[in-house]
């Protein structure tokens, strides 16, 4: 097996797709971002990486809050639009219904089948973007995407971005059980 | 569609697998993580969370350096393995041949289709995790997992990780082209 250096401008891994949501000017805006993950696990913390230029960015300083949208495949279409439009020209709420939460500000995606809350507790300014850490305050679920009351990512039915494809792809087979198939490595 | 508030503890997507890689009293060590994000575009900045009480941290700390390797989904077993125990008792690199690029700290896992090594430029220090943010210095791929010169998330072959089931999922079924599928909600 043969390794070639490439171009150092990114890594290369499947993004999970959800919108952000912030009242921006008092009016529900959202963005489409892939640049996330947990980072917290008690309390959970999440971080959210965004382009200092967009719009949505003023509103989670303003308001302290955000929240994250989890979208279904169905959904595609939406997530891509709410990436290729600014709030500033576009009312990007109005494809939606709007429900707001306990911390009142942070506007969620009543469609999305799943949905959080974060207060935010920490930007990290970085060169292009600004890295916001949430805290998740509360989390919403459809009803038809839980199991034994948890979150069902099988009817959840997210998917991910792949680049430099531009696709979007949804999850795919299953490869095994985690902290188990590993076991059999495990010299005792 | 009924919205219910569930336990507010994390966030439900697929999360990319990786091994972080970093020299820990000068060997090679390998930590199974799944959460992790680019973060900046130019220069190219990535985060990975890591809980302080790993043993990969020191090394991070130590060297300024780390590498975050992506695995395909034949390498699940040894990707699953590596989140399960310690690099305090099991020598990990072991079950790998390591390669190290320009920054000769950060050791990379051969048998991975993608590699990158980075200089650490931030740490963020949250109530359970350490968030390292690390420029991308180099990128390294296999050859036969090339496009056109570009690493091609269809034969690098990934998997994420997905909660609570705990199972490692493949690349699944195309959604769509992004940047193109949501045009045709943009009103003139």
New interface residues.
């Given amino acids: 097996?043969?390794?070639?250096?490439?171009?150092?401008?990114?890594?290369?891994?499947?993004?999970?797709c959800?919108l952000v949501g912030a009242n921006v000017a008092g009016k529900a805006n959202y963005l489409t971002v892939a640049?996330?993950?947990?980072?917290?696990?008690?309390?959970?913390?999440?971080?959210v990486?965004m382009?200092k230029a967009h719009y949505t960015n003023s509103g989670i300083k303003t308001n302290g809050t955000f929240s994250?949208n989890?979208p279904s495949?169905d959904m595609?279409?939406?997530?891509?639009?709410?990436?290729?439009?600014s709030g500033r020209k576009?009312d990007k709420a109005a494809?939606f219904e709007t429900?707001y939460?306990k911390l009142e500000t942070a506007p969620m995606i009543?469609?999305f089948p799943?949905?959080?809350e974060c207060r935010l507790v920490?930007t990290?300014d970085?060169?292009?973007?600004e890295?916001f850490?949430g805290e998740?305050?509360?989390?919403?679920?459809?009803?038809?995407c839980?199991t034994e009351?948890?979150?069902?990512?099988?009817k959840?039915n997210?998917?991910?971005?792949?680049?430099?494809?531009?696709?979007?792809?949804?999850?795919?087979?299953?490869?095994?059980?985690?902290?188990?198939?590993?076991?059999?490595?495990?010299?005792k």
């Fill in positions: 097996m043969s390794k070639v250096e490439i171009g150092s401008d990114r890594i290369y891994y499947p993004m999970p959800s640049w996330f993950s947990m980072v917290n696990p008690e309390p959970a913390y999440l971080a990486a382009n994250v989890i495949s595609a279409e939406k997530t891509d639009y709410c990436g290729m439009v576009f494809i429900f939460g009543k469609e799943f949905n959080v920490q990290v970085l060169p292009a973007e890295l850490i998740i305050i509360a989390a919403y679920c459809d009803e038809s839980l009351g948890a979150p069902d990512l099988n959840i997210p998917f991910v971005l792949i680049m430099p494809d531009k696709k979007y792809r949804g999850l795919g087979q299953d490869i095994g059980a985690a902290w188990e198939i590993g076991k059999k490595l495990i010299k």
